[in-house]
């Protein structure tokens, strides 16, 4: 089916740097979604997007629902230990009538303390 | 808070068996979800459903089976379990939005 590209698939990064990952389709979205998830559990949603340019806060993380609505980026300012995790993008394409979601491959982050 | 619960973290089986895997949701979603994690092939939907009794073939249908007899309660079912099934089964639900929310999955070892 359908996938997201999703960049970088891991990343290792010192505790205290930023973080950027971003996912990109040839597709248009109506809808992004940014999810984390922790070794042994299933994906949280940590922030949802609604319109093309929208930008979301929750915390130090950060989304962006792209112009074009084929990209979504996701920022983690000044990360911490509790960070680590897999970070994966979804999107809800325009002319997909069900409820489904389309999913990135995930991002894997490793903070060195 | 949306609550989504799976009937077992950790689940061994033989080859052959045949297997239930069962998820309940609290929030009145309509649409039930069912995925299997793989590494390397990220998230695959199996099979989803949009209202009791109504189910409609994901990704990778074959081998499994579903049933939702009540809008909370959504059954993941492997006829005949083959070690080409073990993996991470995630289920999801989602309301009149497109966010879905996912259980804490359950690993399934076939042997």
């Known amino acids: 089916g359908q996938q997201l590209n999703q960049s970088p698939q891991s990343m290792f990064i010192q505790e205290g740097e930023d973080v950027s990952m971003n996912c990109t389709s040839s597709s248009i979205f109506n809808t992004w979604l940014w999810y984390k998830q922790e070794p042994g559990e299933g994906p949280v949603l940590l922030i949802a997007l609604y319109k093309a340019g929208e930008l979301t806060s929750n915390g130090r993380l950060t989304a962006q629902f792209g112009i074009t609505r084929k990209d979504s980026f996701l920022n983690i300012s000044a990360s911490i230990p509790s960070d680590v995790g897999i970070y994966f993008c979804?999107?809800?394409?325009?002319?997909?009538?069900?409820?489904?979601?389309?999913f990135g491959q995930g991002t894997r982050l490793t903070i060195n303390p | 808070d949306v609550k989504v619960t799976q009937s077992s973290r950790y689940l061994v089986k033989r080859t052959g068996e045949k297997v239930f895997l069962e998820c309940v949701q609290d929030m009145d979603h309509e649409n039930m979800f069912w995925y299997r994690q793989d590494p390397g092939l990220g998230l695959r939907l199996i099979y989803f459903?949009?209202?009791?009794?109504?189910?409609e073939k994901g990704d990778i249908p074959e081998g499994y089976s579903v049933s939702r007899e009540k809008k909370e309660r959504f059954s993941l079912i492997l006829e005949s379990a083959s070690t080409n099934q073990t993996s991470m089964y995630l289920c999801a639900s989602s309301g009149q939005g497109y966010e879905q929310y996912f259980g804490p999955g359950t690993r399934l070892t076939v042997t």
């Open positions: 979804a999107g809800q394409l325009r002319n997909q009538g069900a409820q489904k979601l389309v």
């Open positions: 459903s949009y209202d009791v009794k109504m189910k």
